[in-house]
């Protein structure tokens, strides 16, 4: 992946950390709504972490895409959720190893551009 396909926030000079799989993790992430926040929270087992285009059709970036840095986890219960890593995502290690610090981009971007998790 070229530099130029990075998000802006997430630059050359932006710090990212990887999660490994099998990892127990607490995500919580804020939802900004007109004035207020609505934080949502969600624990499970990291799967993969990975970049996947958007679908967006406003996105400036090369291929006209904007790229998205993703944490897929399966909670207890089976189910499994791809969460949006951004600025306002807070990540707690509940069990297993801790987060290495990586750089953009993280991984080869997942070229399933529906998000498909088999």
């Not at 929270?41 to 996947?52: A, D, F, K, N, Y």
């Not at 069990?95 to 981009?105: I, R, V």
């Amino acid at each position: 992946m070229q530099e130029s396909q990075n998000s802006a926030f997430l630059n050359g000079t932006q710090k990212t950390t990887v999660y490994a799989p099998g990892t127990q993790v607490r995500v919580t992430q804020q939802i900004a709504h007109r004035s207020h926040v609505y934080p949502i929270t969600v624990s499970g087992t990291v799967l993969r972490q990975e970049r996947q285009e958007s679908g967006s059709w406003y996105a400036g970036n090369k291929g006209h895409r904007l790229w998205l840095d993703r944490l897929i986890i399966e909670r207890d219960d089976g189910e499994k959720v791809v969460l949006n890593l951004d600025e306002y995502t807070h990540i707690t290690v509940i069990d297993g190893k801790e987060p290495t610090p990586g750089s953009a981009p993280m991984v080869t971007p997942n070229i399933d551009r529906a998000g498909s998790l088999t």
